[in-house]
Antibody
Framework: QLQLQESGSGLVKPSQTLSLTCAVS??????????WTWIRQPPGKGLEWIGY???????YYNPSLKSRVTISVDRSKNQFSLKLSSVTAADTAVYYC????????????WGQGTLVTVSS | EIVLTQSPGTLSLSPGERATLSCGAS???????LAWYQQKPGQAPRLLIY???SRAAGIPDRFSGSGSGTDFTLTISRLEPEDFAVYYC?????????FGQGTKVEIK
């Protein structure tokens, strides 16, 4: 059974960079076809797709965040990461990592989510 | 980007009743690339439906999806106690992928 687990700093100061990692177990991140995705949810609000990376290393980002987002993969550790720069209070959210299906971009496996608060 | 509008915002029903949730798109969703998710408090979303009408693995057959173009529906034929949650639609036909704002199904 595939499992995803987010980790990283739960508190980030304004203007700094948010960094999160998603560890994947029960399957190889290098297996072709799947996308490895970050999605966030501000408290009490809906879901926002941030971006994803394919096994090949190709990345696709939401245009609303593109100038601040970097997603990378570490195949040796079977994990992928998110960096979001110049954060503000509006970036406070639960951040989820998820897997996109092999053929289409719906999300079939999700991590439990991690709350990141932006505050001084 | 495609904006998804879900209605109603809240649906108050009793166990055993039928729930009908709607998801409208600001433009046509290509190839019915639409998914539905269920989210309970403090949990990650769970995939229910993909391709507008295909049930994900392990999803009971009381959940069904339909629709095409700009109008999609999630139907729960008979509500079980564990079905009271928030439901989101998501389109993956046109980047950026977007979600609706959610419909809360609450116990009446």
């Amino acid at each position: 059974q595939l499992q995803l687990q987010e980790s990283g700093s739960g508190l980030v100061k304004p203007s700094q960079t948010l960094s999160l990692t998603c560890a994947v177990s029960g399957g190889s991140i290098s297996r072709g076809g799947y996308s490895w995705t970050w999605i966030r949810q501000p408290p009490g609000k809906g879901l926002e797709w941030i971006g994803y990376i394919y096994h090949s290393g190709s990345t696709y980002y939401n245009p609303s965040l593109k100038s601040r987002v970097t997603i990378s993969v570490d195949r040796s550790k079977n994990q992928f990461s998110l960096k979001l720069s110049s954060v503000t209070a509006a970036d406070t959210a639960v951040y989820y990592c998820a897997r996109g299906d092999e053929y289409d971009d719906y999300f079939d496996y999700w991590g439990q989510g991690t709350l990141v608060t932006v505050s001084s | 980007e495609i904006v998804l509008t879900q209605s109603p915002g809240t649906l108050s029903l009793s166990p055993g009743e039928r729930a009908t949730l709607s998801c409208g798109a600001s433009q046509s969703v290509s190839s019915s690339f639409l998914a539905w998710y269920q989210q309970k408090p403090g949990q990650a979303p769970r995939l229910l439906i993909y391709g507008a009408s295909s049930r994900a693995a392990g999803i009971p057959d009381r959940f069904s999806g339909s629709g095409s173009g700009t109008d999609f529906t999630l139907t729960i034929s008979r509500l079980e106690p564990e079905d009271f949650a928030v439901y989101y639609c998501q389109q993956y036909g046109s980047s950026p992928w977007t979600f609706g704002q959610g419909t809360k199904v609450e116990i009446k």
